[in-house]
């Protein structure tokens, strides 16, 4: 039986991994809220490691927010990731622990990256700024699992999400993400019976979207992968894998089937004087493929199952 700590069960990626987790029969899962557990006090985590017994870490606890909360908060952003980080990843480390996964997030990449980004533009550009602060605690989760693999022969490795929406997603009126943000608004037009809804933008950048449940099973498989599997496939100091559908669509079509799940069949304008951001964030994931992996939601089905867990949830949204 193997003693499995996830770090974050309640987000929305720690969440879906616990429920993979849950299925599986030679699991027991180690769980801790956060008034159990505070993962920004590094004595505490390290009792907690020191007492439990751990055989395998997923780390998807962090500080997480939109462009406005990155922007107005950038102090917390870095300091609480870098903090759960290093207490985890450290406390893992001194009670024994082979296997980690830390969870990552495509912002680690440059601003400019060469599209579709590859592990290997990691560190060869300026990052965004909005975000910068949490995209520097994030890279530095990365080199953590690699220096401690280096010196300590650990295998703590690292998965990098694209855009990710699902069931536990944030669906707050002001700071949700694109997807969340769009079936509120559309489901809120069609309760409202409204004949018109203004997206964000010129609806012509490419964006790339994965259900988390894609996520939470591409975690699973990475962290049990062999050693010599694994190894083949990353570098010592390269040793992030991208997860992602390697698909990519328009804001428009996102919008235009977001509308159709929910069944909105009034007019979608654009409203272009809205930033909209880089063109394009598209996952080069050839290296996850040939680590045997890939998607299988497609985005209308994934946005049918979210809508869904939306609609049977919603009263915990209403503000």
Same mark, same amino acid.
């Given at each position: 039986?193997?003693?499995?700590?996830?770090?974050?069960?309640?987000?929305?990626?720690?969440?879906?991994?616990?429920?993979? @987790?849950?299925? +599986?029969?030679?699991?027991?899962?180690?769980?801790?809220?956060?008034?159990?557990?505070?993962? @920004? &006090?590094?004595?505490?985590?390290?009792?907690?490691?020191?007492?439990? &017994?751990?055989?395998?870490? /997923?780390?998807?606890?962090?500080?997480?927010?939109?462009?406005?909360?990155?922007?107005?908060?950038?102090?917390?952003?870095?300091? +609480? &990731?870098?903090?759960?980080?290093?207490?985890?990843?450290?406390?893992?480390?001194?009670?024994?622990?082979?296997?980690?996964?830390?969870?990552?997030?495509?912002?680690?990449?440059?601003?400019?990256?060469?599209? $579709?980004? =590859?592990?290997?533009?990691l560190l060869t550009g300026t990052l965004e700024p909005t975000n910068e602060p949490y995209a520097i605690a994030k890279i530095a989760g990365i080199k953590l699992c690699e220096?401690?693999?280096?010196?300590?022969?650990?295998?703590?490795?690292?998965?990098?999400?694209?855009?990710?929406?699902?069931?536990? %997603?944030?669906?707050? $009126?002001?700071?949700?993400?694109?997807? $969340?943000?769009?079936?509120?608004?559309?489901?809120?037009?069609?309760? &409202?019976? @409204?004949?018109?809804? =203004?997206?964000?933008?010129?609806?012509?950048?490419?964006?790339?979207? @994965?259900?988390?449940?894609?996520?939470?099973?591409?975690?699973?498989?990475?962290?049990?992968?062999?050693? %010599?599997?694994?190894?083949?496939?990353?570098?010592?100091?390269?040793?992030?894998?991208?997860?992602?559908?390697?698909?990519?669509?328009?804001?428009?079509?996102?919008?235009?089937?977001? !509308?159709?799940?929910?069944?909105?069949?009034?007019?979608?304008?654009?409203?272009?004087?809205?930033? %909209?951001?880089?063109?394009?964030?598209?996952?080069?994931?050839?290296?996850?493929?040939?680590?045997?992996?890939? /998607?299988?939601?497609?985005?209308?089905?994934?946005?049918?199952? =979210?809508?869904?867990?939306?609609? !049977?949830?919603? %009263?915990?949204?209403?503000?």
């Open positions: 039986m193997k003693r499995i700590f996830v770090a974050g069960h309640r987000g929305m990626v720690g969440s879906a991994i616990v429920r993979q @987790l849950e299925q +599986q029969t030679d699991v027991e899962l180690v769980l801790r809220t956060r008034s159990e557990l505070d993962l @920004l &006090n590094q004595q505490a985590v390290a009792d907690f490691f020191a007492s439990e &017994n751990i055989d395998q870490v /997923y780390l998807a606890a962090a500080k997480v927010g939109g462009i406005v909360a990155n922007n107005t908060y950038p102090a917390e952003f870095i300091h +609480q &990731n870098l903090m759960i980080q290093c207490n985890i990843i450290h406390g893992a480390h001194l009670a024994g622990v082979q296997d980690l996964l830390f969870l990552g997030s495509s912002c680690i990449y440059p601003k400019l990256a060469e599209q $579709p980004m =590859t592990e290997t533009a220096s401690y693999n280096r010196q300590y022969g650990r295998n703590y490795r690292s998965v990098m999400p694209t855009n990710l929406y699902g069931e536990n %997603d944030n669906f707050h $009126p002001e700071n949700s993400h694109v997807i $969340p943000a769009l079936l509120r608004r559309f489901h809120e037009a069609q309760l &409202n019976g @409204l004949a018109e809804v =203004t997206a964000w933008g010129s609806g012509k950048p490419m964006r790339e979207f @994965l259900h988390v449940n894609d996520m939470a099973a591409a975690s699973i498989h990475v962290m049990n992968l062999s050693n %010599d599997v694994y190894q083949a496939n990353t570098q010592e100091m390269l040793s992030h894998i991208n997860v992602g559908t390697g698909v990519d669509c328009t804001i428009r079509e996102l919008v235009e089937t977001v !509308a159709k799940v929910v069944g909105f069949t009034g007019t979608i304008s654009f409203d272009a004087t809205k930033p %909209d951001g880089a063109p394009r964030k598209l996952m080069d994931v050839s290296r996850l493929k040939d680590l045997g992996w890939q /998607y299988s939601i497609s985005l209308e089905q994934g946005l049918a199952e =979210t809508y869904e867990w939306f609609l !049977a949830n919603q %009263d915990s949204f209403r503000k």
